[in-house]
């Protein structure tokens, strides 16, 4: 995973300087036990949400889109590999990460069948890619697949604590199929118990005539649905191509900050 901030190119609103921030929570070694394994996708196994207690310890504390870096065995080597936490760090009962079955990849394969009960090492929380307290401008979650992850967890975070309150929060989610669309339920819970939230997927390619929202990429919901993106800031998560892509679109639409998180 990358990560970097970049500031906006248009002059016609001060942008903040985007400086690199702060650590809050020193990261760890700890013992993390599988509490649950299920699929989340409604169609296709293909994503699952994991959840772990931690050996003889709490959930540690942690900054909402952050992550953890797990360790298994593979042919006698022992390999790690990083993952968003997905759960808001006020949540205590479990740490909880939603993961996409990647074709021959050891890692997820092998944590998508992994047995309750199972006890891996771990290091965390890590990673700079947080939003600043108080939020300061009104906020866009842009993201593809399981990249919508960290945006969960600061979301849940912000309306645990009271910090959404006088701004707006709008995910935009892209997905191919309506059924990859994951969190929906709770995305659309969310925006029914919140007026400052609004939660926009987009389908490339719906299976199903059912299908009365958005078609396309996230970039076309972007310059349809966001309005004065001058005021706003925007933070953007999922592979490699889609944050370049968006990211350049974002330079040109003028928004007030812009933070993002490349996957590979």
Same mark, same amino acid.
């Not at 309306?159 to 059924?179: C, E, S």
């Not at 969190?183 to 059912?210: A, G, I, K, M, Q």
């Given at each position: /995973? /990358?990560? @970097?901030?970049?500031?906006?190119?248009?002059?016609?609103?001060?942008?903040?300087?985007?400086? @690199?921030?702060?650590?809050?929570?020193?990261?760890?070694?700890?013992?993390?036990?599988?509490?649950?394994?299920?699929?989340?996708?409604?169609?296709?196994?293909?994503?699952?949400?994991?959840?772990?207690?931690?050996? +003889?310890?709490?959930?540690?504390?942690?900054?909402?889109?952050?992550?953890?870096?797990?360790?298994?065995?593979?042919?006698?080597?022992?390999?790690?590999?990083?993952?968003?936490?997905?759960?808001?760090?006020?949540?205590?009962? #479990?740490?909880?990460?939603?993961?996409?079955?990647?074709?021959?990849?050891? /890692?997820?394969?092998?944590?998508?069948?992994?047995?309750?009960?199972?006890?891996?090492?771990?290091?965390?929380?890590?990673?700079?890619?947080? /939003?600043? @307290?108080?939020?300061?401008?009104?906020?866009?979650?842009?993201?593809?697949?399981?990249?919508?992850?960290?945006? =969960?967890?600061?979301?849940?975070?912000?309306?645990?604590?009271?910090?959404?309150?006088?701004?707006?929060?709008?995910?935009?989610?892209?997905?191919?199929?309506?059924?990859?669309?994951?969190?929906?339920?709770?995305?659309?819970?969310?925006?029914? @118990?919140?007026? +400052?939230?609004?939660?926009?997927?987009?389908?490339?390619?719906?299976?199903?005539?059912?299908?009365?929202? #958005?078609?396309?990429?996230?970039?076309?919901?972007?310059?349809?649905?966001?309005?004065?993106?001058?005021?706003?800031? =925007?933070?953007?998560?999922?592979?490699?191509?889609?944050?370049?892509?968006?990211?350049?679109?974002?330079?040109?639409?003028?928004?007030?900050?812009?933070?993002?998180?490349?996957?590979?």
């Amino acid at each position: /995973m /990358m990560r @970097e901030p970049a500031p906006a190119r248009s002059s016609a609103v001060p942008k903040p300087a985007v400086a @690199e921030l702060p650590v809050k929570f020193r990261s760890g070694k700890h013992t993390a036990v599988v509490k649950e394994v299920f699929d989340i996708a409604t169609k296709y196994p293909e994503t699952y949400l994991i959840r772990f207690t931690f050996e +003889n310890e709490p959930v540690f504390d942690f900054e909402p889109g952050q992550f953890i870096s797990l360790f298994a065995e593979k042919d006698g080597k022992r390999i790690s590999r990083p993952y968003s936490i997905a759960s808001w760090p006020e949540n205590k009962d #479990h740490l909880e990460l939603c993961i996409k079955v990647v074709e021959g990849g050891f /890692m997820s394969n092998y944590l998508h069948k992994v047995p309750v009960g199972t006890k891996l090492g771990s290091i965390g929380p890590l990673g700079r890619f947080v /939003m600043p @307290e108080p939020v300061e401008h009104d906020t866009v979650f842009v993201a593809t697949g399981t990249g919508v992850a960290p945006f =969960v967890s600061m979301l849940g975070h912000l309306f645990a604590t009271g910090l959404d309150a006088g701004r707006t929060f709008t995910v935009v989610h892209g997905v191919r199929y309506v059924h990859d669309l994951i969190y929906r339920d709770l995305f659309e819970r969310w925006e029914r @118990e919140h007026l +400052n939230f609004r939660f926009l997927p987009t389908v490339s390619r719906p299976e199903t005539p059912d299908w009365k929202g #958005h078609v396309g990429y996230v970039q076309k919901v972007l310059q349809e649905e966001i309005k004065d993106p001058r005021t706003k800031q =925007v933070y953007i998560c999922g592979l490699h191509d889609m944050v370049e892509q968006v990211n350049a679109l974002c330079r040109e639409l003028g928004f007030a900050l812009i933070r993002f998180e490349k996957w590979d």
